[in-house]
């Protein structure tokens, strides 16, 4: 079965410490992975994607077919970086993306 | 700039009442897509869409319809609203890459 696991519901850390956002996944194929962030009431935004390899707010994410992982990580997490998180897999023959129950970030200040 | 629309942005509804939710993108997408959010379930597929005359059903499509007549909109249908429908619903277009999303549509079901 396809499926993307977020094992965390939530996830607190202070200002200036290290993130990781865990995302697993369960894929027959090549995958194609996604972070999405969602502030406080606001539409979902693509944060990035797994094909790009890019740095998007200091945030990153590799690929690793191994351990079937893409987790997000930040070396040092911002107040305004708190929001909550989806790590999705899109089927391309159908161009449905299957979402994580979502991990909610919260940096203390 | 293209975007994609949803309204209304907070609806009150009584049970057993229909309930449309308005979707509009002008990104020219032929994909389009409505997801429910809820705690503890993330997002869910309900109905997506190929193209005009093209719909088929996601994995919470129970309770809900959808019609395609043009590229632009997608509407989303509760034919008799239930209380297990309050949720927050997203619709969604796609081209060749991702997903772009409305700004939601916050349900109540009394």
């Known amino acids: 079965a396809q499926r993307v696991t977020q094992p965390e519901k939530l996830l607190s850390v202070f200002k200036g410490a290290p993130v990781e956002l865990k995302c697993n996944y369960s894929?027959?194929?090549?995958?194609?992975l996604f972070w999405y962030v969602q502030y406080s009431r606001q539409r979902l935004q693509l944060l990035l994607r797994h094909i790009s390899r890019e740095s998007i707010k200091g945030f990153t994410a590799d690929l690793n077919k191994g351990e079937t992982s893409f987790h997000l990580k930040k070396p040092f997490a911002q107040e305004e970086d708190s929001a909550m998180y989806y790590c999705?897999?899109?089927?391309?023959?159908?161009?449905?993306?299957?979402f994580g129950t979502g991990t909610l970030l919260a940096v203390q200040p | 700039d293209a975007e994609i629309t949803q309204s209304p942005r907070h609806k009150i509804t009584e049970t057993g009442r229909q309930v449309t939710l308005a979707c509009h993108q002008t990104?020219?997408?032929?994909?389009m897509f409505w997801y429910r959010q809820d705690l503890g379930h993330g997002l869910r597929l309900i109905h997506y869409?190929?193209?005009?005359?093209?719909?088929n059903k996601g994995e919470v499509s129970d309770g809900y319809s959808v019609s395609r007549s043009n590229t632009e909109d997608l509407p989303l249908t509760l034919e008799s609203a239930a209380s297990s429908q309050t949720s927050v619903y997203f619709c969604?277009?796609?081209?060749?890459?991702?997903?772009?999303f409305g700004p939601g549509t916050r349900l109540t079901v009394l």
């Open positions: 969604a277009s796609s081209g060749a890459d991702t997903q772009y």
């Open positions: 869409s190929y193209g005009v005359q093209d719909t």
């Open positions: 990104w020219n997408h032929n994909n």
């Open positions: 894929y027959s194929g090549s995958p194609e």
């Open positions: 999705a897999l899109i089927q391309r023959a159908t161009n449905k993306l299957i």
